[in-house]
């Protein structure tokens, strides 16, 4: 934790029905290990329920249904997806 600023990772599975996106799965380390119990940060499983909503064309918004603060997640590179024939 620097200047009241934390990253929390998460390792699990997600599933979007029209505007709301669905996460389930575990809190984890960055090297995404499961973390063990004990300390500060939260640990163990997680899921949440998120209101998608598109601002701008490189601008989603996440609205929690159980936190009053969105997050809000903005488009920093483009990437071309060439699938190969198996």
């Known amino acids: 934790m ?4 934390w990253s929390e ?6 599933l979007q029905k029209n505007d709301t996106l669905h996460l389930k799965g575990q809190f ?3 090297d995404y290990t499961l973390k063990e119990g004990g300390g500060c940060f939260r640990e163990g ?3 949440e ?13 996440f609205a929690s249904t ?9 488009l920093i590179k483009h ?3 060439n699938p190969k024939p198996l």
């Open 28 to 30: 984890c380390n960055a």
């Open 66 to 74: 159980s936190n009053v603060i969105p997050i809000k997640a903005r």
């Open 49 to 61: 329920l998120f209101k998608v909503s598109k601002e701008t064309d490189s601008l989603i918004q």
């Open 79 to 81: 990437t071309t997806c």
């Open 2 to 5: 620097r200047s009241g600023h």
């Open 9 to 14: 990772y998460i390792k699990g599975n997600y």
């Open 45 to 47: 499983p997680y899921e």
